[in-house]
């Protein structure tokens, strides 16, 4: 059994260690530069624009998370929510914490006439995808996701130098 609660000032370092662990799951182990600092300010500095809930077993034991911000639907003309992290630990997997967390996510959108939830998974995470389409959810046939980041970001947006505009 799963209960989730909205994310606490005191489930920052929580967080943050599940976002490790997820980095690493995703062959990505280094490449988290988010800090306790970072995360407090983005969840519950002063305007949020980022939102987290909790999975908790019986015991009130945290086993997972799921991170999520506001996007918006120009089709639609409502917002949605998207996904950026859902992790279990590995122990704790199977026992009905993410569908808990997913559930979750799915009652603020209706509850509030979002249109969508959406979320990316690697391609091949199998366990995830399959998981994922047992509960009704489906890809997004068509689509690639682009990201525009690093040097490429740095230098794409850089201002033009007055002298370059000419």
């Keep these: 059994m799963s209960a989730i609660r909205p994310a606490t000032e005191h489930d920052v370092p929580a967080i943050l260690r599940m976002i490790h662990e997820l980095a690493h799951y995703e062959k990505e182990p280094d490449a988290v530069r988010n800090t306790p600092e970072m995360l407090q300010a983005a969840l519950f500095g002063g305007n949020p624009r980022v939102f987290a809930a909790m999975a ?66 690697l391609d091949w995470n199998e366990p995830s995808i399959n998981f994922y389409r047992s509960l009704g959810a489906r890809p997004m046939d068509g689509w690639s996701t682009f990201r525009l980041t690093g040097e490429a970001l740095d230098q794409f947006g850089s201002p033009v130098p007055a002298a370059a505009r000419g």
């Design 56 to 121: 908790e077993n019986a015991a009130g034991e945290v086993q997972g998370f799921a991170l999520w911000f506001l996007n918006y639907s120009t089709w639609e003309g409502v917002h949605g929510i998207y996904l950026e992290d859902l992790y279990v630990s590995p122990a704790a997997r199977g026992e009905g914490h993410g569908k808990a967390l997913l559930k979750h996510l799915a009652g603020i959108a209706v509850e509030n006439g979002y249109a969508r939830v959406e979320w990316s998974v």
